[in-house]
């Protein structure tokens, strides 16, 4: 049986050819669209401006993606981890992410993970599928509802959650334009952040997309040799051009690139780590992230002291590197990634 189209992953142009295409006119488009993505409605019988025809025509021909709450997780820094049903019974996790500045939404762009990285969760069990461009619009809307029972909304999206989103291009391309749309969240492209393992090819195409996000890159090592052995990518994708295509980035969309750097205890945390890094990112404009690593029960790595950290973060400054040390937000909710899925994988959570 053929899947009926998911209304909530189409871009408002696609909507109104798709509503015109009923004998509607454009701008019935505007309202449906207006009702999903500003309204939060996932069923058509709410959509009380809409002709009643009209809305029993597009339950015969579409579908609007709904992703249920399965579980909610709340952390007393200030995150909320959402494990939501996607159509097929899988689950997706997502993270509300408060800070002073505003609310965040971490997003997960695949079920599972291809790249491997070590020191990760979500790899562990694979890649299952991609996530279409509508369950990565369920994850923003699900945020969202969370958001207004406190009086808030969302005004950042981070695509930081499970999997690579470079892997899963076209979807994410097409739910950023949906997210910045006028007509629904409208969230601008400097408030969004796509977290990639360094996939250089799609890091070109993305800064020729008209679309600049913030890229954020998770770097992990300054060397090959400790990168191949953290992150497999590296072996296709070595440091050299990595930075090189950072650099591009930044010259194409003026945007200064992240660098992710989970610091790892007798890994990748020394001084001469802290001294390598400043001098691969020496004349690269970006900001250093660093993490101090949030063990989970898979993984043997360990989180540095924080003397360690500080250390590290110092080093950098004094070489002239833009560093900061990333809030610890969210240990409580299981937030590294993949954590809470891999929990309910395991057996049904204690409440
Ligand atoms: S860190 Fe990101 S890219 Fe690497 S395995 Fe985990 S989810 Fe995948």
Known sequence: ???????????????????????????????????????????????SNLPKDFR??????????????????????GSTKLLLRVPDGEAVESVVLRYEYGTSVCVSSQLG????CAMCA????????????????GQVIAAERVSRQEGH?????????????????????????????????????????????????QIIRLSQEGIPVTLSVSLHAPVDSLRDKLMPINRRYPLSELLEAC??????????????????KGV???????????????????????????????????????ERVCEFAEILRDKGINVTVRREIGAGTAAACGQLRRLTERGPAKP
């Open 1 to 47: 049986m053929v899947e009926k189209p998911d209304l909530l992953g189409m871009e408002l142009t696609e909507i109104q050819a798709f509503v015109e295409d009923m004998g509607a006119p454009r701008y019935r488009g505007v309202q449906l669209f207006q009702w999903m993505h500003k309204k939060l409605k996932a069923d058509v019988s709410e959509m």
């Open 153 to 201: 909304h969302i005004s950042r999206i981070v695509v930081m959650g499970i999997g690579e989103p470079m892997e899963n291009y076209e979807s994410l391309v097409r739910f950023l334009r949906i997210m910045n749309c006028r007509e629904g969240m409208n969230i601008s492209y400097r408030r969004m952040t796509i977290s990639t393992c360094g996939h250089v090819p």
């Open 247 to 264: 650099k591009t980035y930044f010259r194409v969309t003026g945007r200064r690139v992240t660098i992710e750097y989970t610091l790892m």
């Open 268 to 306: 990748n945390d020394s001084a001469q780590d802290a001294s390598r890094l400043a001098s691969l990112l020496r004349d690269m404009a970006c900001h250093v992230n660093l993490i101090p690593y949030n063990p989970v029960p898979e993984r043997q790595f360990e989180r540095p002291s924080r």
């Open 113 to 116: 993970c291809a790249m491997g």
């Open 56 to 77: 029993q025509e597009l339950r015969n021909r579409a579908r609007i993606t709904n992703l249920e709450v399965l579980q909610r997780k709340d952390d007393p820094q």
């Open 122 to 137: 979500s790899t562990l069990g694979g890649l299952k599928r991609n996530l279409t461009t509508g369950e990565m619009c």
